[in-house]
C-alpha cells in the first residue's frame, strides 16, 4: 500500500485526477509553494526521476514536445478512464509508435497453433470472491523486458511458471530469452506466421515451441539480454519445466476465473494504449480498442477495486506486466471485469506443466 500511495501522490503532482469538484477542467498542474508548475518544470522532474538524457539538443527538444504531447493524452485517458490514475511514466518522452515497438509486440494476426486445444468447460459456482496467486507462490517477481517487443515470451514463461509451481510446488524463473533466441519456427502455411523475438510472436506459439523442444531453462542459465537474434544457446540437459499440453479459455469470464483458479496463472493479450500512461487504480475505459497488441499474466482477481468519490468500486483482474516494479502498481495493472475491457478476455491460455529435470 505504501508503494501505491507514493505513486498516487506522484499521479497527483503531475496531473489533476478527474477533478472532484463538479466543472474543474482536470487540466494537468502541479501546485508547489503556491504556484503551477510549468510543462519544462513536469519535463524536469520526469528526467531526474527517470534519468533520462538525451544525446543533442535537437533531440532534447523533440522529446520535449513529445512529452507535452502525452501530457494530453494522459489528461484524456484520465477523462476516458476516471477509475485509474494516469500520468508522467517513464514511457512519457515515447511516441505511440515508438511505445508500440518497442515494449509492446503481440503478433495477434497469427493463427492459433493446431496443437491448441480448447479448454473443458469447469464449474463456476464455487469460486472464491477474491483470488491472487501472488499470495500462493505461483508467481515469480516482476520482470523488465526492456526496448524489446518480448512481451509475449514473459507471458508464456510466467504462465509456464505457475503451472510448474502447481505440478510441482517449486516456484522457478524461467528464461525468455531462450525463446527470444530459439523460438522462431513457422506454419509452412502462412508466410510470416514466426515468433520474432523482439518484433513480436504469440503465447500459445511460445507453448508450441517449448512443447516441442521439451521445455525451457532456468533464467539464471539463459539470462535475458534483451537483444535479437543472438544465437540459440539452448541446452537440453538443463531443462527445467516442459509443457504437458494448452489450451485456449473460452470468453466467458466466469470460465476465465474458473481456470485461473484451478490451472494457475493465465497468458493474456490485451490492447495496452491506456497502459503508457497509467499509474495505479482500477483500469475502465469508457472506450478501448480490442486489437490485442502485449501480452501479458493473469494471476487474479478483486471483488471490489479502489474508486475515486462518487464512482463504485469495480470487479477487477490483476495482471502482471513485464515493464519493471517502478510502472503501474509495483509493476502490475488492474483491470476491470465484465465487459471484455480492451480485449482482456479474447485470448486467454492456460498451460499445464511437467517437470523434467533438477536443475
Known sequence: MDHFLSLLLFSLLTLSVAAETAG????????????????????????????????????????FKVFRANLRRARRHQELDPSAFHGVTEFSDLTPSEFRRNFLGLRSKLRLPKDANQAPILPTDSLPE?????????????????????????????????????????????????????????DPDEPGSCDSGCNGGLMNSAFEYTLKAGG???????????????????????IAASVANFSVVSLDEDQIAANLVQN??????????????????VS??????????HGVLLVGYGAAGYAPVRMKDKPYWIIKNSWGETWGESGYYKICRGRNVCGVDSMVSTVAAVHTGSH
Open 264 to 281: 494457475g496463472p493465465l497468458a493474456v493479450a490485451i490492447n495496452a494504449v491506456f497502459m503508457q500512461t497509467y499509474i495505479g487504480g
Open 130 to 186: 477474491d483470488f491472487d496467486w501472488r499470495d500462493r507462490g505461483a508467481v515469480t517477481g516482476v520482470k523488465n523486458q526492456g526496448s524489446c517487443g518480448s512481451c509475449w515470451s514473459f507471458s508464456a514463461t510466467g504462465a509456464l511458471e505457475g503451472a510448474h509451481f502447481l505440478a510441482t510446488g517449486d516456484l522457478v524463473s524461467l528464461s525468455e530469452q531462450q525463446l527470444v533466441d530459439c523460438d522462431h519456427e513457422c
Open 216 to 238: 525451457l531453462m532456468r533464467e539464471e542459465d539463459y539470462p535475458y539480454t534483451g537483444k535479437d537474434r543472438g544465437a540459440c544457446k539452448f541446452d537440453k540437459p538443463k
Open 24 to 63: 474543474e477542467d482536470p487540466l494537468i498542474r502541479q501546485v508547489v509553494g503556491g504556484g503551477v508548475l510549468s510543462d519544462h518544470d513536469h519535463f524536469t522532474l520526469f528526467k531526474t526521476k527517470y534519468g533520462k538524457s538525451y544525446a543533442s539538443q535537437d533531440e532534447h527538444d523533440y522529446r
Open 284 to 293: 475502465c475505459p469508457y472506450i478501448c480498442s480490442k486489437r490485442l497488441d
